[in-house]
């Protein structure tokens, strides 16, 4: 069911007394006809809604600015979806860390769910479409199938449990993002670069693993875009989470868990946010 009430992140939870200030990282590339349904959920009292844009050429960020004075828009210094998130992340000022696509799949209603599971004891809260109360319109039945051998080598090479290696609707504590090794430094280069791609979904979820967090698994129905279309290619983005599965089984990325960090992120070294920040315009 796609309308309905927008929900108060923390009126029905049991930890209201804890609230954490939640920062959602909005990657968006042509999305202006999608961003009202997307904003027009979002919960009431989300901290910070981060906008990273990758050169869009619909007005994607004038209705993002229009929609919400307050939103944080960055520009990505490369191409590509893991490129978009590993920008935005740098810009995270919350204490929890929201991963959601702009296209009308994922239900921003949801983050109480994920915020939830973080409350209760997870490091990393990963979504599924493939546990109870989970679902998808829009997965077709090859890339199911995919996904289905995608995930049984996750967790044979990393010893996890997921069932649903190849989903973007995420959510952590802003004390992982040490963790995950994320590069944004340009290195003089703007094509798409190794981890800018459809892979970092693969690679955040192997880092995890790797670094030894509380995952916990959050059910979540996914719906079909609304307007626009996909720029995932099946085969093409396959190939490279089955690549990204290979590399990170021995390139000793994802850094052990330091909890004690402070959860009001200060981005850590390794994320290298310099160009990233030079790129953030508060609207
Ligand atoms: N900034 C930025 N955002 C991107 C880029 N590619 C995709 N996105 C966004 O990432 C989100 C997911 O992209 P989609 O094209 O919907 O791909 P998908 O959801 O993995 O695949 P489908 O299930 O086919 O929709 C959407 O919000 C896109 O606008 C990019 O290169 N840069
Ligand atoms: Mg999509």
């Excluded at 963790?179 to 192997?206: C, M, P, Y």
Aim: some cysteine; glycine content about 8%.
């Amino acid at each position: 069911m796609r309308d309905g009430a927008v929900v108060n992140l923390f009126a029905a939870s049991p930890a209201a007394q804890r609230r954490p200030r939640v920062s959602v990282v909005i990657p968006t590339y042509n999305e202006a006809k999608n961003l009202p349904h997307v904003f027009g959920l979002l919960p009431e009292d989300v901290h910070q809604v981060i906008v990273v844009d990758g050169h869009s050429v619909d007005g994607t960020i004038e209705v993002a600015q229009a929609l919400r004075p307050d939103v944080t828009i960055v520009r990505q210094n490369r191409r590509g979806k893991g490129n978009a998130m590993a920008c935005g992340f740098a810009a995270v000022t919350g204490d929890v860390v929201v991963m959601l696509d702009a296209d009308g799949s994922a239900d921003p209603r949801e983050i109480a769910r994920y915020v939830d599971a973080l409350l209760d004891g997870a490091d990393f809260a990963k979504g599924s479409r493939f546990i109870a109360g989970g679902g998808s319109d829009d997965i077709t039945p090859m890339r199911a199938w995919g996904n289905r051998w995608l995930n049984r080598i996750v967790n044979v090479l990393y010893g996890t449990r997921y069932t649903d290696l190849c989903y973007g609707y995420n959510a952590f504590w802003s004390y992982c993002l040490p963790s995950l090794e994320l590069e944004v430094a340009d290195r003089g280069r703007t094509e798409k670069l190794w981890g800018d791609g459809f892979e970092i979904e693969t690679i955040i979820n192997t880092r995890v693993a790797k670094a030894g967090m509380r995952i916990t698994e959050v059910p979540s129905f996914e719906f079909e875009r609304i307007f626009g279309q996909s720029n995932l290619n099946t085969w093409r983005d396959g190939f490279r989470v089955l690549r990204a599965l290979l590399v990170e089984r021995f390139n000793g990325k994802g850094a052990v868990i330091d909890r004690r960090s402070p959860v009001s992120i200060v981005p850590a070294q390794a994320i290298r946010p310099a160009q990233a920040l030079a790129n953030v315009q508060s609207a």
